[in-house]
């Protein structure tokens, strides 16, 4: 009888670092496709937050800062983009007419502005626009993950009350 014990514990041990392991994977799948989604590549992490939110494994408040911390970089690495074309290209008119709007928009607004970086299309312009602007960095920080967090916020919810 003792023995049949062990075996089911060890079974049940495998069967929970197997569930980790999961858990693992998908909030490294999650951050992985937030922070793709926010630089200048297109990438789907809406629709793999609202995946795991479904599948209700893993604690909400862990979804939310994985995703929001990831897509967060992620429009960190476009603001570095900015900042690096901004030495080499001083010139605004060098830009594609979408990041010369974004830089107008962003001149004229200042970091408010950076709220709306969660937005298709534009919200890479802006925080490029930001780095390319020289805009105090900790509070474009704040600004954008401020933003993010929102968003992802309001994906959670709709996915939980449909």
């Known amino acids: 009888m003792a023995q049949t014990e062990v075996k089911w514990v060890s079974r049940w041990q495998e069967l929970t670092d197997f569930l980790q392991m999961q858990d693992a994977f998908s909030l490294w799948s999650l951050f992985t496709s937030a922070f793709i989604s926010s630089t200048v590549a297109p990438g789907g992490s809406e629709a793999v937050l609202a995946y795991l939110v ?17 897509n967060t970089l992620g429009a960190l690495t476009t603001w570095w983009l900015g900042i690096f074309a901004a030495k080499k290209y001083p ?8 990041k010369q709007k974004a830089l107008t928009l962003v001149r004229k607004k200042g970091l408010w502005v950076l709220l709306f970086s969660w937005l298709p299309i534009i919200g890479d312009a802006l925080c490029f626009a930001g780095g390319w602007l020289k805009l105090p960095f900790l509070p474009g920080c704040l600004f954008i993950l401020i933003g993010k967090l929102v968003r992802y916020t309001a994906i959670a919810w709709m996915v939980q009350i449909s």
Do not use: D, E
Request: hydrophobic share 60%.
């Open 54 to 70: 479904v599948q209700a494994q893993i604690p909400l408040i862990l979804l939310l800062s994985v995703a929001t911390v990831g």
């Open 91 to 98: 010139v605004a008119t060098l830009l594609s007419s979408k």
